[in-house]
């Protein structure tokens, strides 16, 4: 009886291999995931359509409608058509949440709004609880000022 179990065991693990492999089973995250070519980074739909082009070096799922990408060494947000909100200025950048994203210029974290204008400047050494879609915060930030 173990004999068959294990057998049966390993018939299953071989045709999940064969049916992931055939699936190539990718992450959604609002309708895109992210597709790797020749070591850049770009976008396809569910359907496997090209909607943007890999040429980031770095990116991150959509969330709210935009994504974290980094581009010569330096991070900005794309929309869902590939068309970039901001210019590859960041040292980090975050998702945006409450439509605020936190970004990172020169050590010091600010943030941007939905259209890239900054909305409160870049002048905080760190940020203790960024705002939080899980939690009940009231639009609440916690930051700690520069010295």
């Keep these: ?38 070591g850049k980074h770009g976008f396809i739909n569910i359907e496997g359509k090209i909607v943007v082009p ?33 210019t590859f200025q960041y040292d980090t950048a975050f998702s945006f949440s409450k439509g605020l994203a936190a970004c990172v210029l020169n050590n010091k974290y600010g943030f941007i709004n939905k259209e890239g204008k900054v909305v409160i400047d870049y002048q905080y050494d760190e940020i203790l609880s960024p705002f939080n879609e899980n939690e009940e915060a009231n639009g609440v930030l916690s930051i700690l000022k520069a010295r």
């Design 54 to 86: 890999a040429i980031y070096d770095d990116a991150s799922f959509f969330k709210n409608d935009f994504a974290v990408v980094k581009k010569s060494g330096k991070f900005g947000f794309i929309d869902k058509s590939g068309k970039e909100i901001t």
């Design 1 to 38: 009886m173990k004999t068959i179990s294990v057998i049966f065991s390993i018939f299953i693990a071989l045709f999940l291999a064969q049916f992931a492999q055939a699936q190539d089973f990718h992450h959604y995250e609002e309708g895109l995931t992210i597709f790797d070519e020749n």
